[in-house]
């Protein structure tokens, strides 16, 4: 893993909504997902986990933790790496413009 | 309630208006999943997850009525059964007044976790693309 520098987002100090974006900047191949939120949601995506259902773990350090094309198998191996502590969502491809 | 100035959800810089669930059995609450990052779409009509979804919390699929899915990145069948969907907020706390009793699609070896219609019909969707924020609220 490369090493991660933390960028404030340039409005950072203009409003608290503003505030709320911050993005980490990594690897050319990592890709970041963020959640502005009060605590921040913030973990890298490897370019293996994109296009699959992935696990993160709760807590102050999130991570991905488990990860596959087949929902339960992500889950069982969660559930014994995290007591349980973890959410559930799908990494969508690097590029793909979601449409119907 | 239910839900105001929502934060959209960034990947790739791309923002997108994404909402934390949790899907349960209806006719039994403690199965329940973890809770789950789904796709806000009104563009979709029905409420798609992967079967397994289904597996995890205990409904039977053999008998569920089957409905053909269409779409750029879903296509199959779905198995269509009544599951029960809590809105979460960030922290996963639950938003009362947000619960919703639907009829979910459930797809072989789907991937995506998609909130349809189905569940948005109920609220007034306001998505503010400028602030990257959404609300659901009661009409």
């Known amino acids: ?42 973990f890298v995506l490897k370019p293996e986990h994109r296009g699959k259902i992935i696990a993160i773990a709760n807590g102050s350090k999130k991570k991905v933790i488990a990860f596959g094309t087949h929902y339960n198998s992500v889950v069982a191996k969660a559930k014994k790496l995290s007591n349980g502590a973890f959410s559930i969502m799908f990494a969508p491809e690097k590029g793909v413009i979601y449409t119907r | 309630m239910p839900i105001h100035d929502y934060h959209f959800t ?14 349960s059995n209806p006719k039994d609450r403690n199965k329940r999943t973890q809770p789950i990052l789904a796709k806000v ?49 960030v922290d996963h706390s639950l938003i009362t007044g947000a619960t919703q009793t639907i009829d979910v699609g459930f797809i072989e070896g789907g991937l995506l976790f998609l909130l349809g219609a189905d569940f948005l019909k109920s609220f007034v969707l306001t998505i503010d693309y400028p602030n990257e924020v959404f609300s659901l609220t009661r009409p």
């Open chain 1, 1 to 42: 893993m490369g090493k991660r520098a933390v960028t404030k987002n340039k409005n950072s100090r203009k409003s608290p909504k503003a505030r709320q974006l911050v993005e980490i900047s990594l690897r050319p191949d990592d890709i970041t997902m963020t959640t502005p939120d009060k605590k921040l949601y913030t």
């Open chain 2, 41 to 89: 779409d009104p563009g979709t009509d029905v409420s798609l997850f992967p079967s397994d979804v289904a597996d995890e919390i205990g409904i039977d699929l053999t008998d569920a009525k089957e409905a053909n899915v269409t779409g750029v990145m879903t296509k199959g069948n779905a198995r269509l059964s009544r599951a029960r969907i809590e809105a979460l907020d």
């Open chain 2, 10 to 23: 960034v990947v790739d810089r791309i923002s997108r208006p994404k909402l934390w669930i949790r899907v």
